[in-house]
Each structure stands twice: as C-alpha cells, then as structure tokens.
C-alpha cells in the first residue's frame, strides 16, 4: 500500500463489497405486501419485440393477480452456467430445466415440493404421465410442471434445397437422401450439405438422437443397474454416416465445432443445409437469430428398418426453487400456469396468448409434442388456427413422417456425462480421417460406464 | 506508510512503549490491507483445501472424504492429456511468446521518431477485452477458403488451413493468438527495463567496434537479465493456468486437443449440470498450485546466482 491511489481503489473495493453484500440479502416481500417472485423470462440477446411481449403478459397477470409481484430474469438454460447459478443462488424463483435433470435435482433436494398447488390445477389428471413422471419422486410428490416437449426433426434450408436443385416440398426420407442431398448443395452452393452440433455435451445429444433412430440404445436396465451401451451399432452408423458425408463426400463444410446456439446461428445465416434439432427450435430461430421463414424447411428425422428404430424425445420442465416461501410457491404455480399451461387447456387463454405473440411478430404454432393428451392438444392448436404464424405448410412434413413411430427419452443414467463422452468422439470422426470408430467408443464406453458405476 | 511500519531501536518491549512508538497506529493502518487480504485471498485458499477432502455439491451439506477427490482426479484417463496439452501450449507459448516482444522492444528502442506511436501500437491488443480479441480472432480463423486468414494465404498460394478445425493445428493456432494479446504488456515491461541500461556501455562497446548484434548480446541481454528471468516465471506460471483461449475458441476441442488442466478443472465444476463436482475441481487445482509452487521455488533457487551476477 504505498500510493494514495491504491489505498483509495481498496476503500471503493471494500465499499462496493459492502454494497453487494447488502444487495445480497434476501428480498422475499415487496414494500407494498405483495408476493415477489422472480421468473426466467427469454434468451439473453432475444429480439426486443419479444420481451415487449413478454412484459405484455407480465402486465397482465399482475392485473389478475394484484398480490402478486412479478420480476422477469434473462434465462437460457446450459450445462455449465446453470451449475454455477445453482450452486450460487442465483437462479430466479422460477425457471427451466431439462426433463432429463428433473429426478436428480429432486433427489438432491433443490426443487420446491409444489404438489398441493400442481395437484389444485383443474388439469392436473390430463398430465401425460409420461412426462409428468420425470418431475415426480418415488413417493408421487410433485416438484415441477411440464413446459413442452419435443422430438428431434430434421431441420433444413428451403433455399439452398433449390439452388442445389432439389425438390425443397419432397425432403429427406432416408439417411441415403440426406446424404445425396447434403452432397448436391455442398457442390452447388459451396456451404455445409449436412451438419451435426458437437460441443458443450450437444453433440452427444444429437448422437444419441440419430443412434436411436437407427435402432441403437445408449443404456440399458434402470436405476443401479444401468449398463453403458455407446459401442452399439446404431452409434456405430451413425459416426459411419457422418465419417461419410464428411471424407468421401465433403459435404459438410469445413467448421465442425457447434453447440446449440452456434449451430442455429449458422443455420438461419445460410451456411447448413439441413441439421437434427428439436422440432421447436422455430420459435428461436425467427427470435434470435432473425431467420427468414420462407426458408425455413422441417422433416422428421429418417428412421432405419429396424424394430427398435424411434425418435428422441426430450422437453422442459418449470420449476421453482427450493428456497421459495410457501407464499411464492402459490405465486410460481399461479404464474406457471398463466404464461405456459393455461394456454393449451384454455381457449380464452390460448387465444389471448397467440393474439399477443402474433401481433409482436412471435411464432405461434410451432410444431411440438403433447404434455397433455392428445385430445386437448390437437384441441389447442384449433382454438389458434387464426392466429398461426409458423409456415405450415413447411414444417407438415414433420408430423406426417412421425405418424405412428415411437418416441424414446433420453438416456437417464448420468445424461450429460455420457453426452460429454460422445462430444469427444464426434469431434474426432470431424476433424480426423483417420479416427477409429471402434477403439473410441469402447473407451468411451469404459468411462461413462465407470462413473455410472461410481454413482 | 513504510516509515511508519519501522520498529525503533529494540531498547525495552511493552504495551505502552508499543503504542507510544505508533505500533497502534501501524496495526490500525495495516487492518483494511490485512483484512481484505485474509477475507478475499487467504480465505478462499484455506476453503478450497478443505473442500478439496470434501463432496459437495455446494447445496446439500458437505461430506469428508478424505483424500478420494485426489486419488479421483488422478486416476482420470483425461489428466494425463490435459497435463500434455497445458506443457504443449507452454512450450508454443514461449517458442513464439518469449523471444518476440523481446526482439520487437529491442527494437522500438533502436527507433529515434515516432516512439509513441509504435508503443502505442504494440499495447493495443492488450487494451482490446480479451473475450472481443478471441470473438474476433474466431472470426480470422473460420476454416472456409473464404475465411479472413484463408483469404490472405490464397494471395500467397498457399491451400486452407483448418485452423481450430484441426486437432494438429488448433493449438498452434490459439498460440499466436495468445501471443499477439499479450505480447503489448510484455514490450512495455522490456522497453521500460531497456531505458534504463547506461548508454555508456553502447558507447563504450561501439568504440571496441561492435555492431548492433554484439551490442545486443553482449550489454542488452545482460542488463536486462533479471527481468528476463521474472518475465520467464511469470510466463510459465500463466500458460498453466491458461484457460480463456481454450474455453472459447474450441471448448477443449476438436477431440480434447485443447483442453487443459483447468479447463478440465472447470469440467469439473460446471459441465454437469445437476451439480458439479466442486471436490475434484478444487483437488485438481490445489495439485496445480502446489506444482506451480514448488517450480517457482526451484526455479528462483537454481537461478539465483545467475540473476545476482
């Protein structure tokens, strides 16, 4: 501490520390008595237009619901931040996860038990029980409230179909068209035919969503007996095809490191042809990634001929946090309903909530899975019919193909290690002509089979 | 303040001649200085030794385990590449990051006109936040033959590189990046230190007619040897620490060539998301800090005499 000027940095560090200390402390009550919760509102860097509408609906529910304070936080969920924020505190009272991190999070205690007020909701037996399993312990507590679900399709560019002189309204139906398509636009257009994700544990996923779709497993058995099947030969093929299209091909451009966010930003810029992701993905692309939706194209994923060959399937689940009052428990569920559930029961809310998105230029009728049965689903989509904004007529090639086939969840056994594993893997088949697919998967094999095993 | 910290002579010890010599008044200065210290650095060091024998997920209450996390994280097939990876990036780092600024501040000190502006220059990319350097550097590096750096090489006739596209070529390519971030501070430090090398000695070696070759090895490099020696720790000990360049050009990627040890320890913590492994990662950290400590250490002992010369 010899100059002034130090002296005088580390007096305003320890003020500011003060002052973040005292911000710090908790803030469950509003001055004027009403309930304040904070709620996961859009994807940091969503286009104003969206947190207008956004705010809309906050607008609304605080006229409805005068007791009840309702503050919007930024919110995309992602592995790695989301740990931090977990451990930190630092996630708003409600918030989404994946379906696949539902039972742990309720095993380790940090989900609010919010089964009185779920089971008080009048659709509260219309629930797939599917899906509503995945936010339920061993005793049928309740922790958590579907948000959607979806099943992986293939996304692809209308535009770049037809410079490559291909029939965009006659898409993919097998693995060999993908391939002979994404050979056609990489010869004529010059940019990526076909594109996998690859980073932050999405390459894992996508992996395990085209090794199901040709009949492989990632896991077999359930809860202490889990065993690691990534050396099967659904897998295999699917890291074959993409060893394929990638060396004998060069059909898939010459960037190989996307995870989520990166990948769709490609896309909606006109540098992928076609890309598996999950079919609601729309809402994004036109919302952060500003795509044209002229050229936006979905088809359902192909499948192979074998019995056990289906699509992955995943969702979000609302939840709320562990640290809630039993009076912001009342409020999260109340809110959860209003701006996410309400809307697929409810034709006076559903309409309500199409006719704000739509006139903010927000997608309506992106295509999705049922968290309800599919009565009142299709029920739903009909309320809005007029309010559609989502080209349908290019994304019915999606539910056409998936008539009829078996949607499959994702591996439950330590998901996202696993999916880390394969990152590794798909990355080396990108980047390495001379990866050896068998020796890597068997290592991988070994070592998420080991940390299952450690528990 | 350093006057004030001077003890008298030592004639006789207690309270009262304590205070009255200003020993009062030392501590009370010394509080704010000792107390951020111990809250902000000493504090978390301590903590993060005990977590390293802990499991936590930093929500449910913590478990000792004794010394599990260390035996975890060294029998992790991944160290032993991350620990290659981290050496490989070292040894780039200082091939390309070491002599460099070294050479350039040699000489921008040669140069008599427009000082300033080459400083200036040279300290730019130090000044550019270091997420916008690598955002715009990915951008350099996009592995299209129509990418920037591609671009350049095609003028030249040389074919595309694949750049972070590439186990081979990503860590290389993160290198040059790291170097041209951070040479700027560097050259500053050597520039400074060059200022103050006494003209005589050029004189003096011009007179027994040596040129700018034998001037330079013969008084700069000398002269400037104990801040050669500093910088060369400082260097090793942040290239094993380094983390920003991996974690947003590749991820660790393509196929963990670029993941190092703490990246790995950041994997540690953060990648799964139903609560990190908060015990490896700082087990793996306090491994790195006391290696570090202890080639520090050895380093300064070994080069003592050198730098005393």
């Known amino acids: 501490m010899k100059s002034p000027s130090k002296a005088a940095a580390i007096v305003a560090v320890g003020l500011m520390s003060a002052g973040l200390l005292s911000a710090c402390t908790a803030d469950t009550a509003s001055d004027d008595g009403k309930v304040k919760i904070s709620v996961a509102s859009l994807i940091p860097g969503t286009e104003q237009a969206a947190f207008d509408a956004f705010d809309a609906r906050v607008a609304e529910f605080e006229e409805a619901n005068p007791d009840i304070d309702v503050e919007p936080v930024e919110y995309e969920w992602k592995a790695t931040t989301f740990t931090a924020q977990l451990a930190g505190g630092t996630l708003p ?42 936010a339920q312990d061993d005793a049928g507590s309740v922790f958590g409230i579907p948000r959607e679900a979806y099943a992986i399709g293939l996304h692809y560019n209308r535009q770049l179909f037809e410079e490559a002189g291909l029939d965009p309204d006659a898409p993919p139906t097998t693995w060999d068209e993908v391939r002979s398509a994404a050979k056609a636009i990489a010869e004529k257009t010059g940019q990526a035919g076909y594109m996998q994700m690859t980073q932050s544990n999405t390459g894992g ?22 065993t690691v099947t990534l050396d099967n030969e659904g897998t295999r093929e699917a890291l074959e095809f993409l060893k394929e299209l990638r060396w004998t091909d060069n059909s898939m451009g010459s960037n190989f490191l996307y995870d989520w966010g990166t990948i769709n930003q490609a896309f909606a810029a006109g540098q992928i042809g ?50 809630a009052t039993d009076e912001q428990k009342d409020a999260a569920v109340k809110w959860i309903d209003f701006y996410d559930v309400a809307k697929l029961v409810d034709e006076e809310a559903a ?77 080396a088949v990108l980047t390495d002509e001379n990866a050896d697919i ?17 528990g | 303040m350093s006057t004030l910290q001077r003890p008298a002579a030592p004639t006789r010890r207690s309270p009262v001649s304590w205070v009255r010599r200003g020993g009062l008044s030392t501590l009370l200065f010394m509080l704010p200085l000792l107390v951020i210290f111990g ?31 260390y035996v975890r994280v060294l029998s992790d097939p991944q160290l032993g590449q991350a620990v290659l990876n981290t050496v490989y990036f070292a040894l780039l780092a200082l091939l390309f990051g070491y002599p460099v600024p070294l050479v350039v501040a040699v000489l921008m000190s040669e140069v008599k006109r427009m000082r300033g502006l080459y400083s200036a220059l040279a300290y730019l990319p130090v000044v550019v936040p270091p997420v916008v350097a690598v955002l715009l550097w990915k951008v350099f590096y996009n592995a299209d033959p129509n990418g920037p750096f591609n671009t350049v090489l095609s003028w030249v006739g040389i074919p595309p590189q694949p750049w972070l596209q590439s186990a081979a070529s990503a860590m290389p390519s993160l290198v040059l990046e790291a170097t041209w971030a951070g040479a700027g501070g560097t050259i500053i430090i050597y520039l400074a230190a060059l200022t103050a090398v006494n003209p005589d000695l050029y004189d003096a070696a011009e007179i027994d007619g040596a040129g700018i070759w034998k001037k330079v090895r013969h008084v700069t490099l000398p002269q400037l040897r104990p801040v050669l020696l500093i910088t060369f720790i400082l260097q090793i000990i942040g290239t094993a620490q380094v983390f920003l360049e991996p974690f947003l050009f590749t991820n660790g990627g393509p196929a963990n060539s670029t993941t190092t040890v703490l990246l790995l320890i950041y994997r540690y913590a953060f990648q799964n998301s139903l609560g990190g492994n908060y015990g490896a990662a ?17 380093y300064f002992r070994l080069t003592r005499s050198w730098s005393s010369e």
């Open chain 1, 93 to 134: 009272d409600v918030f989404r996860i994946p379906l696949t991190d539902g039972r742990t999070l309720i095993a380790n205690g940090q989900l609010a038990d919010i089964t009185s007020q779920v089971e008080a909701l009048p659709y509260f037996d219309q629930f797939n029980p599917s899906v509503l399993e995945t």
């Open chain 1, 205 to 226: 996923w996508q992996t395990t969503a085209a090794t199901v779709s040709r009949g492989g497993r990632m896991q077999e058995g359930q809860g202490a007996d889990v």
């Open chain 1, 274 to 323: 076609m890309y598996t992701s999950g079919s609601d993905i729309f809402t994004s692309l036109t919302r952060e990634n500003n795509l044209d939706p002229a050229i936006y194209g979905l088809t359902a994923i192909p499948i192979s001929d074998s019995p056990d060959a289906a699509i992955l399937g995943g969702g979000t689940l609302n939840v709320v946090s562990a640290k």
């Open chain 1, 351 to 427: 309409v309500a909530d199409a006719k704000i998105l739509a006139e903010q230029d927000q997608a309506v009728g992106t295509p999705a899975l049922p968290i309800l049965d599919q009565e009142t689903f299709d029920a739903s989509r009909e309320w809005i019919a007029d309010y559609v904004n989502v080209p349908q007529d290019q994304v019915s090639y999606f539910a056409e193909g998936n008539e009829g086939r078996t949607i499959v969840g994702e591996p439950a056994a330590k998901t996202q290690e696993l999916y880390a594993a394969l990152d590794s893997v798909v990355q």
């Open chain 1, 438 to 454: 068998d020796a890597l998967l068997a290592r991988a094999d070994a070592d998420v089979q080991a940390l299952v095993d450690a």
């Open chain 2, 39 to 69: 809250v902000f650095s000493w504090k978390p060091i301590v903590e993060a030794v005990v977590m390293s024998l802990q499991k936590t997920n930093l929500v449910s209450p913590a478990a000792f385990v004794g010394l599990d996390n």
């Open chain 2, 282 to 298: 700082t087990a793996l950290s306090v491994l790195l800090a006391v290696f570090l400590a202890g080639f520090s250490l050895l």
